[in-house]
T-cell receptor, first 115, second 110 residues
């Protein structure tokens, strides 16, 4: 158990639908990161939040959005789902120092299947 | 952030040392070298990181060349459970966009 909790573990839905993935970071970590891993794309950085504020953006589609709440948990919202959105979605957290090394701890992931 | 080059695959006999190389010839002075691994569809797992000096922890050793243009991750006594994709990543100190390439698929065999 890495200390990063992701729910749900598995999710099956239909095209056009909307889903929400949830992440609770490790105790004491202020930063949350979201990654997408599909078969043909590898691990892709989507977005990072630090203490409730967006800090970095990667290859996140406009149909996707995220937020980090005051209790530091984060949610990734995926809407107007397409078949190509089927993937593993990983959340990671870190203490997020602004200098020096930045080590990420990953959760077990949420597997999304869009039919 | 500097790019890295890793062999796509490697094999290792169980109980032997696994030496995984990584080239990062464009690395700059404030960039760290990180190693993560991913065991089939599990979340990536942090292994070790270093800046200039060699590092060792309970999982592995990291050897960084003096010019910092390459490094080697050493798993001293590989087991079957070490079979995974190993990612070498270079990132500026304080950097937050950890970018995973294709990594090295390490297969540990009996």
């Amino acid at each position: 158990d890495s200390g990063v909790t992701q729910t749900p573990k598995h999710l099956i839905t239909a095209t056009g639908q909307r889903v929400t993935l949830r992440c609770s970071p490790r105790s004491g970590d202020l930063s949350v990161y979201w990654y997408q891993q599909s078969l043909d794309q590898g691990l892709q950085f989507l977005i990072q939040y630090y203490n409730g504020e967006e800090r970095a953006k990667g290859n996140i589609l406009e149909r996707f959005s995220a937020q980090q709440f005051p209790d530091l948990h984060s949610e990734l919202n995926l809407s107007s789902l397409e078949l190509g959105d089927s993937a593993l979605y990983f959340c990671a957290s870190s203490a997020r120092g602004f200098s020096g090394a930045n080590v990420l701890t990953f959760g077990a992931g949420s597997r999304l299947t869009v039919l | 952030d500097a790019k890295t080059t890793q062999p796509p695959s490697m094999d290792c006999a169980e109980g032997r040392a696994a030496n995984l190389p990584c080239n990062h010839s464009t690395i700059s002075g404030n960039e760290y070298v990180y190693w993560y691994r991913q065991i089939h569809s599990q979340g990536p797992q942090y292994i070790i990181h270093g800046l200039k000096n060699n590092e060792t922890n309970e999982m592995a050793s990291l050897i960084i060349t003096e010019d910092r243009k390459s490094s080697t991750l050493i798993l001293p006594h590989a087991t079957l459970r070490d079979t995974a994709v190993y990612y070498c990543i270079v990132l500026t100190g304080g950097g937050n966009k950890l970018t995973f390439g294709t990594g090295t698929q390490l297969k540990v065999e009996l």
